[in-house]
């Protein structure tokens, strides 16, 4: 971290876990402009520096370490159980959904951070607002259907 005039300068300007490009145009001091468990970015000096965390560790947001997930706070710091599980993205069911991680060969790649105000909608693999997603995670007026082999919800309109 850079520090500026004796103090710590820090602003985050975003929501974690946004996927948003960062203008540094004109920024003045520090500003970290998105995060998410595995990286940060932040503007200095109308320039943006991308900062990742070493592999298998994972972003404390509040204090911007990277470290072993065991020592920092959920959602990053949590681990998920992907034995038997599709490749694919899982809603994080014990936060309401505000987010989510990723199962590969049955093995746990890591959380991610929905938007602020949003959640993961499951249907569309990726974060929502809770109107378009349907429960548990959002309040979407749904029915239930089934195709056979899975049964799912989809929206009513």
């Known amino acids: 971290m850079t520090q500026l005039g004796g103090t710590f300068a820090i602003l985050v300007a975003v929501v974690s876990g946004v ?40 972003l404390n947001f509040d204090t911007l370490v990277c470290d072993l997930p065991e020592r920092i706070p959920p959602p990053c710091g949590s681990w998920r ?4 599980k599709a490749d694919g ?5 014990d936060d309401s959904c505000l987010s989510y991680h990723f199962c590969q060969s049955g093995i746990f790649q890591g959380n991610n951070i929905c938007p602020s105000g ?3 909608n499951d249907r569309k693999q990726a974060c929502d607002w809770p109107a378009n997603t ?3 995670c959002g309040n979407a007026s ?15 309109h």
């Open 89 to 93: 993205y899982y809603a994080n069911l």
């Open 81 to 84: 159980d992907c034995t038997g």
């Open 118 to 120: 949003t959640v993961f």
């Open 19 to 58: 996927t948003a490009q960062c203008d540094c145009a004109n920024t003045p001091g520090l500003v970290i402009c998105e995060y998410a468990c595995t990286y940060y970015i932040y503007c200095e000096n109308n320039g943006e520096n991308r900062v990742d965390c070493p592999v298998g560790q994972v």
């Open 134 to 136: 349907c429960p548990p």
């Open 142 to 156: 749904c029915i239930l259907e089934s195709d056979g082999i899975d049964v799912y919800y989809t929206n009513k």
